[in-house]
Structure formats: C-alpha cells, structure tokens
C-alpha cells in the first residue's frame, strides 16, 4: 500500500520567506508526527498530533514554527520568516495507534534550503 | 529521556554477519529497546524493538543483556542493501529520540 508522502521533495527559499510542508500519512493512521533531521544529525522530535489536535508540541523550537492537521489526516508544518539555521529535512511519520509504542513510518523527507 | 551509546560507524562484508552494539546503562523498567534504520536519503524505517527477551524477525535478530544495560543488533548476512546509519532508541512512549546512530558500510 501508499507510504507517507511529502511534497515538495525539495525546496529552495530565501530568509525572511514563508513555507508550508506537507505530509500525506498513510491511510487510517490517527497518529502524525514531525521530526527535523540536520546534516549528520539524528531527527529531532517537533511535534505530535492524535487525529486533528496538536498533542505535544514541546519540540517547535520558535513560535515561527506552526503545525495543522484540520482533518485528521494530511498535516501542513508552516515556517515564517525562515532562517538560514532552519535549512534541514524536514520528515514526518504516522503510526496507527496514537499514545503508544506503535511502529512510527516516515516519509522520504523534504529537504529545506533557507539561502 | 534515557540515553544511549553506539559506535560512530563499523564495516562489514557482504554476506558476513554484523553485530551493532548499544549501551544503556541508564534504560528504566518501562524503556522498550527500538531499533531503526535510515538508508541515504530515506526517512528511518523500523528494524526491530524488545523489552527483555531476544527478538527475532525476518530484519534482524535483537540480543538483550540480561541486566538490560546493553543489546546488540544481529544483521545475520548483510548485503549492500543494509548499508544504513542504524539507530538505537530507547522508549516508553510516542516519541523517538534519535542519537547519532551507527553507519554500517558493506563492501561488496
């Protein structure tokens, strides 16, 4: 079956600009999450959401930093104001059964370029 | 959350097996041993997890010390294909914290 899908798969922006990054879980998965992956790095945890609420967010590291989900199934991750600090892979995961140890499954990732 | 410890990187050859260490001398009652993977330019695919017990699967197989301070990852014949950076996670709960990991080169 479909996998986690994200677009764009890259994207180039300068600082200062705005981007959304989408994420597409795999059907009838409740739980999303998003993580942020800098070069050699392992990901790092932003945020979760239990179908269309944001459970944890501890991880957004700014409030330039925000995160939707209004239907339960595609999320949208929203960056203002971008930083050249802000250039990463950006992945998100799903899982079926939020709240729990349930396999979490990534998608490819989209890398951000902040110039 | 607790923390753990794996070699930078190890090297094996096609068709050997590769024994991938972690140390977690800090791991609680409630911390589950999760292993992932991360092939280049792929997001992380899940290997194998435990709590106590050895674990197999059709991946991997997962040694677990018995004081639970430590496990080992067991790739029985590596090919190419398992050319990853492997990450070793301790859990207890949704979320996953990623060390660096270890990368496994395979020669051919």
């Known amino acids: 079956g479909a996998g986690v899908s994200q677009t764009p798969s890259n994207k180039v922006t300068e600082k200062g600009k705005y981007v959304e990054l989408r994420c597409d879980p795999i059907?009838?998965?409740?739980?999303l999450y998003w993580y942020r992956q800098s070069l050699g790095q392992g990901p790092e945890f932003l945020i979760y959401?239990?179908?269309?609420?944001?459970?944890?967010d501890s991880g957004l590291p700014n409030d330039r930093f925000f995160a939707v989900r209004p239907e339960g199934s595609v999320s949208t991750l929203k960056i203002q104001r971008t930083e050249r600090g802000d250039s990463a892979v950006y992945l998100c995961?799903?899982?079926?059964?939020?709240?729990?140890?349930?396999?979490?499954?990534f998608g490819p990732g989209t890398r951000l370029t902040v110039l | 959350d607790a923390k753990t410890t794996q070699p930078n990187s190890m090297e094996s050859n096609e068709e050997e097996p590769v024994h991938l260490p972690c140390n977690h001398s800090?791991?609680?009652?409630?911390?589950?041993i999760h292993w992932y993977r991360q092939l280049p330019s792929q997001g992380p695919e899940y290997v194998i997890h435990?709590?106590?017990s050895n674990v197999n699967n059709r991946m991997a197989s997962l040694a677990i010390a018995e004081d639970r301070k430590s496990s080992t990852l067991i790739l029985h014949r590596a090919t190419l294909r398992d050319a990853a950076v492997y990450y070793c996670?301790?859990?207890?709960?949704?979320?996953?914290?990623f060390g660096a990991g270890t990368t496994v080169t395979v020669r051919a």
């Open positions: 435990g709590l106590t």
């Open positions: 996670i301790l859990r207890d709960g949704y979320k996953l914290s």
């Open positions: 059907s009838g998965h409740t739980a």
């Open positions: 995961a799903s899982s079926l059964i939020p709240g729990t140890l349930d396999t979490q499954y």
């Open positions: 959401f239990q179908g269309t609420g944001a459970a944890d």
């Open positions: 800090t791991i609680s009652g409630t911390d589950y």
